[in-house]
């Protein structure tokens, strides 16, 4: 039986997450660590901190903090014309962030609009169809 068929198992006959993190212990198997964890995570930084975010927590107040950090970086990045070169032309992000109106980054940003657009149209179109193609 391989691992995996264990654990499904095993955690077929736990009362819950806890028995059965125990009964793969006695067995010798540790229980996959699950993508994202319930509830707040342990943090270096607290919540309310966009390094908290970065680390993977979604919550209200770290998504907040982020939010306020990006708008930051963007405020600096606007006033630093040399941010534009650091980040690269012919980009749609660079024109959004860095405010960059070059030739390459207008096109780049006409280009990523449209395609954004268009993506919007298509799932318009799904939804009322009821996602039948
Ligand atoms: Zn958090
Ligand atoms: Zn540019």
Sequence with gaps: MSARK??????????????????LA????ALPTPKRKPGRP???????????????????????ALRQYHAELRAKWRQDPSSADRAGHGKSTTYRNHACRCTKCTEANRVA?????ARRRQR???AE???AS
Aim: charged letters at 30%.
């Design 26 to 29: 006695m067995l010798g198997l």
């Design 113 to 117: 609009t449209n395609e954004y657009r």
């Design 42 to 64: 342990p943090v270096d930084h607290g919540h309310g901190d966009h390094r908290t975010y970065q680390k993977g927590c979604r919550c209200d107040d770290c998504r907040e």
């Design 124 to 126: 318009a179109a799904l």
């Design 6 to 23: 264990v654990v499904l198992v095993v955690a077929d006959h736990a009362r819950d997450a806890a028995e059965c993190r125990q009964f």
């Design 129 to 131: 169809t009821g996602g």
